[in-house]
């Protein structure tokens, strides 16, 4: 009697723990909790090396940037890796349908590509990068952006977010010290890589100057501006121009750029974090812009 008592026992626990782990594997996928290694020897950050990837080749992760990144007719997708619960919650019901293999995977699987600090939510899409734009595409977008080797993919991600919801043209920076189109970027800009282009260029003075030939007043915002951002504004199409995480405008864009200007603070911080004046002066712009 008592033995069958301890198997009932035994195998209630059982099912129990395989309850908590599942609950514990579905906030994981979906973001709210950290996914552990599998070995809890090797916890140092250090110890993962990111794989090599091709010039070709970009890990996207996260539900909203997958979903955004499978509803762009201009992404070229290769393989999508994706959890069960995450499947669904991408509204895939039929993986069959899809003009490209979908691995069904566990967290941890995951974990191995992208590495234990990515919130990856249990989805991966492997995809090439998105295709080239030219300025003058742009021609008819009477509000864009400019960053001068902003650096921090954090920051890039979030201005593109702040560039699309003030409906800015395209986000224009140099491809010496910025950062190419990745996992991380696409991530923190939650879809935004998607609904607008990300055009890097050689040279920053030169892709200024052609703003100005599509007509473009460029306005530099700087902290030791001579005017407050909304008292410089002219015309009918704008680019602001934002400068690095620390050094801010470097002088040879600060002689090319049409103004410059700043944003006036009565507070005791004078300066902001590039992605937050950046959605300032957005805002501002477009307050002028709709005038």
Known sequence: MTKDKTKDTSARDTHYATLRRQVRDAKRERGEIPTPQHDKRRKAKGDWTPPLLAPDQVYLYGLHTVRAALDNPERQNIRLSVTQNALARLDISTPESLSFPVDIVSPQEIDKRLGPEAIHQGVMLETRPLPVRRLDALKDSPLLLVLDQVTDPHNVGAIMRSAVAFAAGAVITTQRHSPTESGVMAKSASGALEMIPYIQITNLADALQ?????????????????????????????????????????????????????????????????SNACAIALYAARQFLLR
């Open 210 to 274: 052609e703003l100005h030939e599509l007509g473009f007043q460029t306005v530099g915002l700087d902290s030791e501006g001579p005017e407050p951002l909304e008292t410089t504004f002219l015309g009918e199409k704008i680019a602001l121009v934002l400068g690095s995480e620390g050094k801010g405008l470097r002088q040879k864009t600060r002689e090319t750029v049409t103004a410059l200007a700043r944003l006036d603070m009565p507070g005791e911080i004078k300066s902001l974090n590039v």
